[in-house]
């Protein structure tokens, strides 16, 4: 189960921070990704962290959000800074590629 949590609502140039809870004990060896849906618009990656640390970032997010993991609680973090309103959206977790395994998504709205 991947289970996501930590939205809410903020104000735009506010920070949140989500986190992911992942059950299965194969978690350390599998790189991670948070996704975004936004209204109108096809779920996509915003960033994924591999099993050795490495990040990667689409550019619409990058300098302003950090994934992150810790591997002794299964999870994944994605830290949000300098929100804009068209960060708002559904975020998720998943392995990075994404399984067919989603959970229920959080939902950030970042208002102007």
């Known amino acids: 189960q991947l289970q996501a949590c930590g939205g809410g609502l903020v104000q735009a140039g506010g920070s949140l921070t989500l986190s992911c809870i992942v059950s299965?004990?194969?978690?350390?060896?599998?790189?991670m990704g948070w996704y975004r849906q936004v209204p109108g618009k096809q779920r996509e990656r915003i960033a994924n962290?591999?099993?050795?640390?490495?990040?990667y970032y689409v550019v619409s997010v990058k300098g302003r959000f950090t994934i992150s993991r810790d591997n002794a609680k299964n999870a994944v973090y994605l830290q949000m800074n300098s929100l804009k309103p068209e960060d708002t959206g559904l975020y998720y977790c998943?392995?990075?590629?994404?399984?067919?395994?989603w959970g229920q998504g959080t939902l950030v709205t970042v208002s102007s």
């Open positions: 998943n392995t990075f590629p994404a399984s067919d395994l």
């Open positions: 962290i591999g099993s050795g640390y490495g990040t």
């Open positions: 299965g004990s194969i978690f350390s060896i599998r790189d």
